[in-house]
């Protein structure tokens, strides 16, 4: 059997912060404000995770209100939230994240990302696949205020 489940996460961009996606620091002059390091790549995937085994959210798992996550390693709470669904009898199948972000461009740093995400969770190489698109000028992403991933992932029994 497999199921099917979405995330999406957004952050804000702010001055003094490495910019972390996918487990990668990525040269820029900004970073994204969070509570963990704001890895909204790892966010959203951690979400579509959970989604698809029916396992709730990251905020349930993870809350930024408890100060054991601040600053936290998202990668470590996307192997934990794998972790947890395969004690369900879960694996990850597949992957397929968009990130939409005006500023930087991603393009070079996509692959990189995806090897970093296959290896924090045990899955097969090109299990994870990882696309950038800007906004077209339109809305937060377009004036450069903030980035937006968007998840799909696959779970199948094991
Ligand atoms: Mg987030």
């Known amino acids: 059997m497999t199921r099917v489940g979405i995330g999406y996460d957004s952050h804000r961009f702010v001055e003094g912060r490495p910019l972390i996606l996918g487990g990668v620091t990525i040269p820029y002059a900004r970073g994204l404000?969070?509570?963990?390091?704001?890895?909204?790549?790892?966010?959203?995937?951690?979400?579509?995770?959970?989604?698809?085994?029916?396992?709730?959210?990251?905020?349930?798992?993870?809350p930024d209100t408890d100060p054991?996550?601040?600053?936290a390693d998202s990668?470590?709470?996307l192997r934990s939230a794998h972790d947890l669904v395969r004690g369900r009898g879960y694996?990850?199948?597949?992957?397929?994240?968009?990130?939409?972000?005006?500023?930087?461009?991603?393009g070079p740093h996509l692959g990189t990302m995806a090897a970093a995400?296959?290896?924090?969770?045990?899955?097969?190489?090109?299990?994870v696949s990882l696309k950038a698109k800007t906004n077209e000028g339109m809305g937060f992403i377009g004036?450069?205020?903030?980035?937006?991933?968007?998840?799909?992932?696959?779970?199948?029994a094991r």
Not at 33 to 62: E, P
Not at 91 to 106: F, M, R, V, W
Not at 143 to 156: D, F, N, Q, S
């Open 33 to 62: 404000a969070g509570h963990s390091d704001a890895d909204a790549v790892a966010h959203a995937l951690t979400d579509a995770i959970l989604g698809a085994a029916a396992a709730g959210d990251i905020g349930q798992l993870f």
């Open 68 to 71: 054991q996550w601040k600053d």
């Open 75 to 77: 990668m470590e709470l």
């Open 91 to 106: 694996a990850l199948a597949q992957a397929d994240l968009t990130i939409i972000s005006e500023q930087p461009k991603l």
């Open 117 to 127: 995400l296959t290896a924090r969770l045990g899955a097969p190489p090109g299990s």
């Open 143 to 156: 004036r450069g205020e903030g980035i937006a991933v968007i998840a799909v992932a696959t779970l199948e």
